[in-house]
């Protein structure tokens, strides 16, 4: 396996822990119940409960809050609603968050007026959960009702351009050639539409805080389920006009985000406020049902066109979607721009649009934007191969692009014709007969083999870190960053180990705290990259004042050896060109009588480098399927997940993150759905019960490859980060091997058996 | 041109709210002495009043198993049981089964096998797999998938659980095929070799 870091002073030697597949440093707190999660914390002092009422209701006003009735009943301390809760900030850019899209974010408790269903509409705050609980249930409100409409198809004519504005989001590329004529002309061509309706994240823990009022002025530490500690922290400090002293916010683990915490929850204000008004230590958590009355996958209609000549060139490629959002923000993903980057066209059309219906603005949820153009666009793909008479591989392999032809530039590297080989090798692609409801098992279902390709940006943010080596040789490395479970824990504690050559057991890296160093919220696959060259930087600050004391010791080996040109290996720096020039860092530290030595590292983009790239991850999926014609069932029994992301850090966590991605297309795939009903404006299946997502039993075998690539442009450590990577490809392979068992082609998410029959 | 709606409250709001009440639960070998209002779940009994916060709340409405405790030797959602109705009983949680420094063989296979990526599901999925191997039925890769699919896992880490599982209940005797990890090598990639 090959180990670049990219700038010096490393050398590759088998104490190296870069690239291995190391257990998580976590691991042991998880699986003993002592990883504490935001509803966990214990608190100075007594503790009080606040429950959330919701509104019953999509749109309308509250007329009368009856918060008498419950007040009455002993220990019941609080019910807050807009009529007694006072108006913190004035101008609503206040309740902007770092990730927030266009328009005006939701002030809860804030006004009467109700724009979605389950708005949150009060709080019950009592002595104990149970009695908040039953406090709640008891309080009654009355509601001015008025018309809504949550019916997407009824407004696709008011349709508008997706505005600018949002991090991460990128517009549609810009049209080339004649797409009309081009696809007039064309011999070969498939048009169709696509549809998914709304997903929700739905992490195991659900969005809670606890907030520990400590006595001394305004000051709390508040506990929070979220993707980035630092985000909440000036959300709600700019609400409530606190310090970053007075607000500190942490988030040691966070049970699962997917981006539904990417964004501060309404949890966090209530919560805060209640403490607040209360000065007294609360806690708010979310139920299960909550979980669906804020963001989600947005539903979705899109409208793809392709054609190819007779050699299976494609000649015309246009990509157009129409998403939800809310009345009161304008959501954007990136939806169509990822077939432009994967396929070259001479003619092209893209476009994607918004239309507003009276739900919550949609969240950023995994592989946002991309897992719902790549269903489409992958599955139109396949259909255009079996148009062009070409094998579906053969076909994509034909139109692989060598550079991003929406920008016209360079990758910085691109190893997905690598992966088609790999995957398709290790699936046995060879032995597949094209012709679709050819193919069957020794029970008689029908067997289908399906492929995709997916692709993700790589992308760097800027990060922070702090690492101090204490007189006994242990080195601390902190950063306010987050694990939702990537692994961030176990992979930044390689990093600063690989970086001054000391033993995984002599380090110890801290996150999700605001009294750390500034790290973005974990999201968009970036974590890895920009969180790990920070602190790899503040690591070799520590090497240089290492270095530096090293070299004022009598007779130093060390003496006149630049940091460059030195290496730290087994807890000792060494001359590059003479290894037995060496001091023990114990020695070091011994010699120079300091107590500690730290220093600030920190890493962002370097545009200046990366602008005349483009800067992607991509993967090749391989399905199989087994259907049953008679009940409409189908059963995905392999998976070959082959990913090139650069350099992995941790095969074992990152193969981890891939499998979870295959599981999540999957479940896009083939259960995912959240059903709005139109009549009451509301997510009907707002429950695990209804809301259907994979169980172990409906997972079998997957395969996941590396194909690794050396990439010192798109990172200064090699790393494009495998978060999303892994979700694409999967909904699409599965609807192509479907397409392959029984030669119907569904475009309409999920892939339930009545869709078959 | 507005509808009135109230919201209607499940039942009518009353100042005489039952007493706490002194309920002795028996955990993990230690009994604990609480006040809790008798309709006070055995999950919340263990996260709100006993500070074992190791078992985990992802639904509360027994659709997920990540509140998942053993009753003596039985595993249960706790989110379902009455704390109450468990006096007297044995109850082991994830506590009860290895600590931090000295894991059970199930905590140490699942951190090996990288069983988890959030972790918040996985002391709900290990005393179900300890409950799993307590009642001796499951032998199969696909009977442990059939037989551990009460429990949810969000970030998806089933294949890693069923090695897991499979590893402690066959003394690692048993390989499972569930798929593999391949790292093809870097080879030149870089931007200058771009046709
Ligand atoms: S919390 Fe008990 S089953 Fe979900
Ligand atoms: S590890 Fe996150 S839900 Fe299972």
Redesign the pocket.
């Given at each position: 396996m090959s180990q670049t870091i990219a700038t010096p002073p490393t050398v590759r030697l088998d104490s190296d822990v870069i690239g291995k597949p190391i257990n998580r440093t976590d691991g042991p707190a998880k699986v003993s119940g002592a990883a504490k999660y935001a509803a966990e914390f214990g608190v100075t002092g007594p503790l009080w409960y606040g429950y959330i009422v919701s509104s019953p209701v999509a749109k309308g006003k509250i007329t009368k809050i009856h918060a008498d009735e419950v007040l009455a009943i002993p220990g019941v301390q609080q019910v807050f609603s807009h009529e007694n809760v006072s108006s913190f900030a004035w101008f609503d850019r206040a309740y902007k968050d770092d990730v927030a899209p266009g328009g005006s974010p939701f002030r809860p408790l804030h006004e009467p007026e109700i724009m979605f269903n389950q708005q949150p509409v009060a709080l019950v705050v009592a002595e104990t959960f149970e009695l908040a609980r039953y406090a709640a249930s008891v309080l009654r409100i009355e509601y001015d009702v008025e018309k809504h409409n949550t019916d997407l198809d009824s407004v696709i004519g008011e349709a508008f351009d997706a505005p600018k504005g949002k991090t991460g989001f990128v517009p549609p590329p810009k049209p080339k050639g004649d797409m009309n004529k081009a696809f007039a002309e064309a011999p070969h061509k498939v048009a169709g539409e696509y549809i998914h309706r709304a997903q929700h994240h739905n992490p195991m823990e659900m969005f809670a805080t606890t907030v520990d009022w400590l006595g001394d002025g305004k000051k709390m530490k508040i506990y929070d389920k979220t993707q980035g500690a630092p985000n909440v922290q000036q959300y709600i400090a700019k609400i409530f006009g606190l310090s970053t002293d007075e607000a500190r916010v942490i988030s040691k683990f966070t049970g699962g985000g997917f981006g539904s915490g990417l964004r501060p929850q309404y949890q966090v204000f209530l919560a805060v406020m209640a403490a607040l008004e209360l000065e007294h230590s609360v806690r708010v958590v979310m139920t299960r049902t909550q979980m669906f009355s804020f963001g989600h996958r947005p539903h979705t209609l899109q409208k793809l066109r392709i054609a190819s000549d007779d050699q299976g060139h494609i000649q015309a490629l246009e990509h157009k979607a129409l998403a939800e959002t809310s009345q009161f923000e304008n959501a954007t993903e990136t939806v169509v721009n990822w077939t432009g980057i994967l396929y070259n066209s001479p003619n092209t059309n893209f476009d994607y649009q918004l239309s507003k219906i009276d739900v919550y603005t949609p969240l950023d949820m995994r592989a946002p934007g991309a897992a719902t153009g790549n269903f489409a666009s992958e599955s139109a793909i396949d259909e255009m191969s079996y148009k062009a008479g070409k094998d579906p591989l053969d076909f994509r392999l034909l139109n692989y692009t060598y550079s991003d032809p929406t920008e016209n530039k360079p990758f910085t590297s691109k190893r997905l014709d690598d992966c088609y080989h790999e995957g398709a090798a290790r699936f046995g692609w060879d032995q597949r007969n094209p012709e679709p409801r050819s193919m069957r098992d020794e029970k008689g279902m029908l067997v289908g083999w399906g492929v995709a390709a997916g692709c993700w940006d790589a992308s760097m943010q800027k990060a922070a870190a702090k690492a101090v080596l204490s007189a006994d040789g242990h080195l601390t490395v902190n950063s306010a960053t987050n694990d939702q479970g990537a692994g961030t824990y176990v992979i930044m504690t390689q990093m600063a180990a690989q970086t001054l050559g000391l033993p995984m057991q002599q380090v110890t890296f801290n996150l999700g705290d605001t009294n750390m160093p500034a790290a973005p919220v974990q999201g968009g696959s970036w974590t890895a990259n920009s969180v790990g060259a920070a602190v790899k930087d503040a690591c070799q600050e520590v090497g240089k004042k290492l270095l530096k004391l090293a070299q004022k010791m009598d007779d130093s080996p060390l003496a006149g050896v630049n940091f460059e040109d030195a290496q730290f290996v087994d807890g000792h720096i060494r001359a590059n060109e003479d290894i037995t020039r060496s001091v023990a860092i114990e020695d070091i530290l011994a010699a120079s009588g300091e107590d500690k030595i730290e220093a600030d590292g920190k890493a962002g983009p370097n545009p200046i480098n990366q602008l005349k790239y483009s800067m992607h991850s991509h993967n090749a999926v391989f399905v199989e399927v087994k259907v049953d014609e008679d009940l409409g069932t189908i059963h995905v029994t392999r998976v070959v997940n082959a990913v090139a992301a650069g350099r992995i850090m941790n095969p074992k966590t990152a193969r981890s993150q891939v499998l979870g991605g295959t599981v999540w297309g999957l479940s896009m795939a083939m259960m995912e759905e959240t059903y709005l009903n139109n009549e009451l404006g509301r997510y009907m299946n707002h429950n695990?019960a209804e809301y259907h997502i994979p169980v172990n039993a409906d997972i079998h075998k997957i395969d996941v490859i590396f194909v690794e690539e050396e990439d010192d442009i798109a990172s200064p450590i090699g790393v494009k980060g495998v978060g999303e990577i892994g979700m694409l490809g999967v909904a699409a392979a599965i609807a192509n091997a479907v397409y392959h068992a029984t030669g119907k082609r569904v475009r309409e998410l999920p892939l339930t058996s009545d869709k078959l029959l | 041109m507005s509808l009135q709606f109230i919201q209607e409250p499940l039942d009518k709001a009353t100042p005489h709210v039952v007493p706490a009440q002194a309920v002795t639960l028996n955990v993990n070998g230690e009994d604990h002495t609480i006040q809790i209002a008798p309709w006070t779940s055995l999950?919340d009994a263990l996260r709100e009043y006993m500070d074992l916060t190791g078992t985990?709340?992802?639904?509360?409405?027994?659709?997920?198993?990540?509140?998942?405790v053993l009753v003596d030797g039985k595993r249960i959602?706790?989110?379902?049981a009455l704390a109450t109705v468990y006096q007297g009983k044995k109850i082991q949680t994830i506590e009860g089964l290895g600590t931090e420094e000295n894991l059970s063989p199930l905590q140490q296979a699942f951190v090996d096998h990288d069983a988890f990526q959030c972790g918040y599901c996985t002391p709900g999925q290990i005393c179900s797999a300890q409950g799993l191997i307590n009642e001796g039925r499951c032998k199969t890769e696909d009977e442990v998938r059939e037989h551990m699919s009460g429990n949810l896992c969000r970030c998806g880490a089933y294949t890693n659980i069923l090695s897991a599982v499979m590893e402690v209940l066959h003394d690692g005797d048993v390989v499972v095929d569930n798929g593999v990890l391949i790292t093809v090598p870097v080879a030149s990639t870089k931007a200058s070799s771009v046709e």
């Open positions: 695990y | 999950l985990k709340k992802g639904c509360d409405h027994g659709q997920c198993g990540a509140c998942t959602n706790s989110c379902l």
